[in-house]
């Protein structure tokens, strides 16, 4: 059975005249900077959103508000296959991630604009 109400207004008034002054502000510091190591923790191992735009996936992802996962699994490469989508830093605008399909791995041969003639 949970305590009475009163109880808890007791223990929350007790707590808020702990934090009063100073104290307050350090608690408060301590607790933002937490919260923005906790946002950088799961970004960098565990994954992020992120919203397409331009038209070099389509049809797999609109040209504009496609909202994509990026998982942090296959960092640095590992476990990437021919298929798979990878996101990196955009070579000519700094700050902002390409998406690419990966079209071969190290040894294979990749062939582009085959013609249905063989040339």
């Known amino acids: 059975m949970p305590p ?33 190591c906790l946002h950088h923790m799961f970004a ?3 994954g992020s959103r992120a ?3 331009g038209p070099s996936m389509l049809p797999t992802l609109a040209a504009q508000n496609d909202m994509v996962w990026i998982a942090s699994k296959y960092r640095h490469g590992r ?16 700050g902002e991630v390409a998406i690419k399909r990966v079209a071969g791995m190290p040894g294979d041969f990749v062939m582009r604009d085959v013609y249905q003639d063989g040339n």
């Open 4 to 36: 009475p109400l009163s109880t808890f207004n007791r223990i929350i008034s007790s707590l808020r005249s702990n934090f009063d002054g100073p104290t307050r502000y350090v608690f408060l510091s301590v607790s933002i900077f937490s919260g923005f």
């Open 44 to 46: 960098e191992y565990v």
């Open 51 to 53: 919203e397409t735009y």
């Open 79 to 94: 476990g990437v296959e021919v298929g798979d989508m990878v996101s990196f830093g955009h070579p000519c605008v700094p």
